[in-house]
Structure formats: structure tokens, C-alpha cells
């Protein structure tokens, strides 16, 4: 793999950091995820948080050692390595979210503040039109919107776990399902 570029995206929140990047998949390995993407069996098992177990959503666990022989944990870690020097991390847990129009999906965070944790989101769609919706919206502790990142085909999103953000499920115009494929990573000390 190539040096990461620049991040096309890079926002601190209080204190917290969203990045972003295009172009760290190939078109081929992207295309590829989709498919397999497409054909997986999903079941209603993910919650965002505990007091939202009744609104299950769409989800696929996938082994952790299986997604160290995917295409997207090398570029993960080196993006995480270039937006986070000298943070050693270990990827604990890898599953894919898919949500389509009329789902529901909650605000959440992934870790409890100071763990330290980062979380990878990869955008797996084989096209996405912005009128579509989808987006990855991140608050700021008064709750207000202080990002927003559109899913696109093979863009790669990286952020502090402890900020509060949630995946929007696509608009009514849109027919294809949001497949984002989320890494979970931890400090190693």
C-alpha cells in the first residue's frame, strides 16, 4: 500500500477527532466487499445503547481474524498510525451495519470517555447520491451536529469513540441499502 494521503475531512470535537479519506480501497476491493456485502445474512442483533434494546438493527459480525486477511485492516491502521502517531492499536471487533429507508438508529457512543478507543468506518456502497441521506452525523456534548460525513464508495471514516454520533438510514428516494463496515479498535499498552 501507498503512503496515506491527508485526510480529506479532519475535525476535533471536543476533544475528540473525525477523520476522513478517500481512495484507500481499490475500485476492485471495493466492489468486491460490496458484493459479499449483499449476499450476507443479517440479522436484527445490534443496539445503540441499552435503553434502545427494543429497536434492534440490521447487522453481521465478522471474525476479527477474517478481517485481518480483508483488504481493509491494513489501510485502517496505517490511516490510524498517520491521524494518531504512536497510538498501538489492536482491532477487537469488526461487523457490518446495514440500514435502509424507514429504519431507525440512534445516537450513541462506542466507549466510555477516556478509553481511549477508535472506531473505522468503512462506506460500502456500490454508488451513493448525496440526496440519498445516510450520513454519519457527530455531536458535541450540548448534543449539536459538529460533523457530518456522506457515504461514498470505499470512503473510510476514523474517529474517537467516545463522541456521540449515529448513521442516518437513506431518504425515501433512495432504494439501495447504507452498508457501513465498522472496526473497533483498542489501545495496546
Known sequence: MNAIPEPIY?????????????????????????????????????????????????????????????????????????????????LYRCYVNVAHYGDMLFMHEDCAPGAGELTGLWYLCERWDPEWGGETLFFDGNKDVRAAIQPRPGRFALFSGEITHVGRPPNRVCYAPRYTLAMKFEPVT
Open 10 to 90: 479532519d475535525v476535533d470535537i471536543d476533544g475528540g477527532r473525525v477523520f476522513a479519506w478517500d481512495g484507500l480501497l481499490s475500485a476492485d476491493d471495493q466492489a468486491q466487499l460490496h458484493r459479499i456485502l449483499q449476499h450476507s445474512s443479517y440479522a436484527r442483533t445490534e443496539i445503540a445503547r441499552p435503553d434502545t434494546a427494543d429497536y434492534r438493527h440490521w447487522a453481521v459480525d465478522i471474525d476479527v481474524a477474517a478481517a485481518a486477511r480483508m483488504p481493509i485492516l491494513a489501510p485502517a491502521l496505517a490511516a490510524a498510525a498517520r491521524a494518531f502517531p504512536g497510538k498501538r492499536l489492536r
